[in-house]
């Protein structure tokens, strides 16, 4: 059975940081690309982060790019999503995604699995 568990959403403060998780299991975790996305109340998913376990390549949507980093851990399935710098616009439920082909990140539709989603809410 395939999952992708989020975790590490929460409030925190304008300026402040969070990091979430994306535990994967049930399929080659190498083989996949990963993807961030999120949905604010009343807007449309955005795709905010992908990486290729492949090859290691990122892509980051321009609203975080220099604020959030994407990294890997093979050995434990995970994929994380540091988030500095958080501005109220930031404030969405986080979904991560896998993808076995994914030529544009942030599109959802090329993307194969969901997680469930975690918050994040970021006050002024």
């Known amino acids: 059975e395939v999952q992708l568990v989020e975790s590490g959403g929460g409030l925190v403060q304008a300026g402040g940081s969070l990091r979430l998780s994306c535990a994967a299991s049930?399929?080659?975790?190498?083989?996949?690309?990963i993807g961030w996305f999120r949905q604010a109340p009343g807007k449309e998913r955005e795709g905010v982060s992908c990486i290729k376990n492949s090859d290691g390549s990122t892509y980051y949507a321009d609203s975080v790019k220099g604020r959030f980093t994407i990294s890997t851990d093979n050995a434990k399935n995970t994929v994380y999503l540091q988030m500095n710098s958080l501005k109220p616009e930031d404030t969405a439920v986080y979904y991560c995604?896998?993808?076995?082909?994914?030529?544009?990140?942030?599109?959802?539709?090329?993307?194969?699995?969901w997680g469930q989603g975690t918050q994040v809410t970021v006050s002024s």
């Open positions: 995604a896998a993808g076995a082909i994914v030529v544009v990140p942030y599109y959802g539709s090329e993307y194969d699995y």
């Open positions: 049930g399929f080659t975790f190498d083989d996949y690309a």
